[in-house]
Structures are given as C-alpha cells and as structure tokens.
Nanobody, 120 residues
C-alpha cells in the first residue's frame, strides 16, 4: 500500500492550496480517508476525514468553513481544498487510510506528508 501526497507549497495568508493524495495497493473505495497535520514542535493532529462512500465528512473546528475534503474513487485520490489559509495552518500534511472494516478509529496506512507553509 502506498499513499502519496502532493500539492503542498508556500502561500500567503488568505490564499488557497489544494493537496492531493493518490492511493495504490488497496481497494480505495472501501477505505475511509483522513488528513492530518503536524507543525514543528507539536503533535500530529486530525484535520478532516471522509467516509469510504463519501456520504459523510468531518473537520476539526479550526478549519471548518475554510477546508473541504473530497474524494474521487475512480482516481483513487482524496483532496483537501484549503482556502483562507492562516499562518497557523503551516504544517506537514499527511493523508491516511482506514478500512471500513477496521474495528476502532486507528488508521491503517499513512503517506509521507507534504509541506504547507503559510506566510503572514
């Protein structure tokens, strides 16, 4: 299984970025997908998730109304559209996959991350 993120970069505060994650080696359509981030000196935190059937999404409070998660099962890809970016959004963003058959909330697979830097 491989998860490969892309689309990170440097953006000014108020700007937008879309990060993507392409999955391979798994049946993408039966996996919940999540985005997490880790800023320097801080623990990794949950950002957003989308169910395997794309019928439910959730977000951490700090990104609600600014970020949108989506998926394209035909392309084995999950996206995170990030608008109105703030310097505090600066972090490495990771995607993760969790089988719909997993008992509990732990994610099974993780990507290597993509850096998002928001300048003030």
């Amino acid at each position: 299984v491989q998860l490969v993120e892309s689309g990170g970069g440097l953006v000014q505060a108020g700007g937008s970025l879309r990060v993507s994650c392409v999955a391979s080696g798994l049946i993408f359509s039966v996996f919940d997908m999540g985005w997490f981030r880790q800023a320097p000196g801080r623990e990794r935190e949950f950002v957003s998730a989308i169910r395997w059937g794309a019928d439910s999404t959730n977000y951490t409070d700090s990104v609600k109304g600014r970020f949108t998660i989506s998926r394209d099962n035909a392309k084995n890809t999950v996206y995170l559209q990030m608008n109105s970016l703030k310097p505090e959004d600066t972090a490495v963003y990771f995607c993760a996959a969790r089988s719909r058959y997993t008992v509990g909330s732990a994610y099974n697979y993780w990507g290597q991350g993509t850096q998002v830097t928001v300048s003030s």
